[in-house]
């Protein structure tokens, strides 16, 4: 697997990631009185996509409180995570990236 592939993996499962908390803010705000099993699915998707996090954690707990789920918060863990994924290359890659846009132009 080269280092296209590692990032077309992090961007999809970014991307992925983005649809489902869409959905699941977008689903809490039409059905309110569902709110607890679509935030119990959303954190069971973000943690198979993205394992144990404790960003998950926190975002979960607020979830859970009646009223809350009215803010977008699915919707911004999925920016934070894909923001922290897709910065957090590694130098080897950056500099593999870098040395190819050399020799294109």
């Known amino acids: ?20 908390a869409g959905a699941a803010d977008g689903l809490q705000l039409a059905f309110p009185p569902l709110w607890i099993p679509i935030g119990i699915v959303a954190a069971l998707s973000f943690f198979a996509l993205w394992g144990l996090r404790w960003e998950i954690a926190i975002v979960l707990l607020p979830e859970l409180a009646p009223g809350i789920e009215a803010f977008p918060s699915w919707v911004a863990l999925a920016l934070y995570l894909g923001r922290k994924s897709l910065s957090a290359r590694p130098a080897s890659q950056m500099a593999h990236h870098q040395a190819s846009q050399t020799y294109e132009k």
């Open 1 to 20: 697997m080269n280092s296209n592939d590692g990032e077309r993996a992090s961007v999809f499962k970014f991307i992925l990631t983005l649809a489902i």
